[in-house]
């Protein structure tokens, strides 16, 4: 069974560009979360994707946005880069979204550099 | 608000040393699950235990084992006979019923362990 996938694996942008990334979860997984990594604020949670719908945001600003298509895959789009969005952006995929009762599988994420 | 502390940031031992790292964790629920994920160098974070606020049992997997302790909160985990390949960095996380803006997982800030030959 393939992994949860995610393309770009590496980026590049100049700050006030906009990126879209894109993660295709375990075939299957209908529930698909992204979290942001950085050195200073570790790991913070983006948000949370099933059936389509958003079910919870973390505490960023507008510009970070997303979407969850029929098939389950995901994307997430930044506007107006910021030098401070410069992190691992990693993907998580699970069956559902119960709450602990299916542990979350992360793909192998992609690493942002505004410059 | 959710929270989840691993105070050791960074760990280094001798290969074949028996290590620790702590995780301690505060939540209001009476239902909460903790995990604990590896991060390679590679950055995929691999899961590697789940447990419930119901099941305080300890588990042993091999050289690693899991000490649940709801009286202090902590759910500490155990590398026994260290070996090289066991340096990552390895998060602690707490998944409540609903997360809210915090989300499915909690993660602390995680403790770097290297392991030299």
């Known amino acids: 069974k393939a992994g949860v996938t995610q393309t770009p694996r590496y980026l590049i942008k100049t700050r006030g560009q906009q990126v879209t990334l894109s993660c295709s979860p375990i075939s299957g997984h209908r529930s698909v979360s992204w979290y942001q990594q950085t050195p200073g604020q570790g790991l913070q949670f983006l948000f949370e994707?099933?059936?389509?719908?958003?079910?919870n945001k973390g505490n960023f600003p507008g510009r970070f946005s997303g979407r969850q298509f029929s098939n389950s895959r995901s994307e997430m789009n930044v506007s107006t880069l910021e030098l401070g969005d410069s992190a691992l952006y990693l993907c998580?995929?699970?069956?559902?979204?119960?709450?602990?009762?299916?542990?979350?599988?992360f793909g192998p994420g992609t690493r942002l550099t505004v410059t | 608000a959710q929270k989840v502390t691993q105070a050791q940031t960074e760990i280094s031992v001798v290969e074949k040393e028996d290590v620790t790292l702590d995780c301690v964790y505060e939540?209001?629920?009476?239902?909460?699950?903790l995990f604990w994920y590896k991060q390679p160098p590679s950055g995929e974070l691999v899961f590697l235990i789940r447990r419930n606020s119901f099941d305080e049992q300890n588990e042993i997997s091999g050289r690693y084992s899991w000490n649940f302790q709801k009286s202090t909160s902590s759910f500490n985990f155990t590398i026994t006979a260290s070996q090289v390949v066991d340096s990552a960095v390895y998060f602690c996380?707490?998944?409540?019923?609903?997360?809210?803006?915090?989300?499915?997982?909690?993660f602390g800030k995680g403790t770097k362990l290297s392991v030299k030959p």
């Open positions: 939540t209001r629920d009476t239902t909460y699950y």
């Open positions: 994707y099933f059936s389509e719908t958003q079910r």
């Open positions: 998580a995929s699970s069956p559902k979204p119960d709450r602990g009762t299916y542990e979350q599988y």
């Open positions: 996380a707490l998944s409540v019923n609903y997360g809210g803006s915090q989300g499915n997982l909690i």
